[in-house]
């Protein structure tokens, strides 16, 4: 059987010392290999000296919090950091990916995405960002769903990476924008708009206590109101959320470069952690 393997992605210890210490925990619950990598966007060689103080930053990183018996294999790669990281994904095929949440600095960045969009959108494997300093292990997990994606298959992905969260399936309803405005031009007021949310709230709530009835375990199921993306926002500010898990969305390359995803603006705005599931990675 294949060993299970946590792949996680530093730029700037001590910075990413939340990164290694979450790899770290997953791997250790899993008895996981752990791959961290580094990638060197300068004419540095990984052989050469950069490479090495950077090999010794991580050792020192590694000593610093506690590796246990977790095995560690340390990679140095030269290059765009996107490209590498996307390559080793192919290659080594890791069941996890671990990073942080890369912001968008320059143009090109703002356009083509972070590192860390730019990897989301490329691979095939589940993405956990870490946005805040670990202290105990995920306890609560809200996995989102829009009721036309895959919430069994996410649910597994987390309860599979995750064996002892409580998890909480949840779906955010709202009539969107144009189909509000379509109502309101053809005579409708406020109390139609209300039995409409109302409507799409009970047929959320019947389609989550579906899934909910076929799942393996014990699921909490939860249907919120608004915007999406806002909705979850709010949601990881709560002190009893830990981590929050999404699909990667549907959105093009194009309309995620100028409008973003649901996706996006979690990573990019949330509290607490995200996880990127990939049920079929």
Known sequence: MTKTRILAAVADLPKDDAVLARAL???????ATLTIVHVLEC??????QAGQATRDAIGAALDRLGRGRVICDIRIEAGSAPACLIDLCDTLAPDLVVMRAHQRKGIAEKILGSTTDRVIAAIRQSVLIVKR???LPYGVVLVATDGTDDPE???????HILPDAALHLVQVVRIVPQQEEAMLRTG????????????????ANQ???TVASRFGRKLATHVLRGDPAAALIRASRLAKVDLIAAGPGHTSLIRRAFVGSVT?????DAACDILITRPNG
């Open 207 to 209: 389609q989550l206590s």
């Open 25 to 31: 925990e997953i791997a250790a619950a899993r008895d």
């Open 153 to 159: 298959g996410s649910l597994a992905c987390v309860a």
């Open 264 to 268: 996006r603006r979690l990573v990019q």
């Open 133 to 135: 300093a670990p202290g």
């Open 188 to 203: 409708t007021d406020q109390a139609g708009l209300r039995a409409q949310r109302n409507a799409l709230a009970r047929a």
């Open 43 to 48: 004419e540095a060689t990984p052989a050469g």
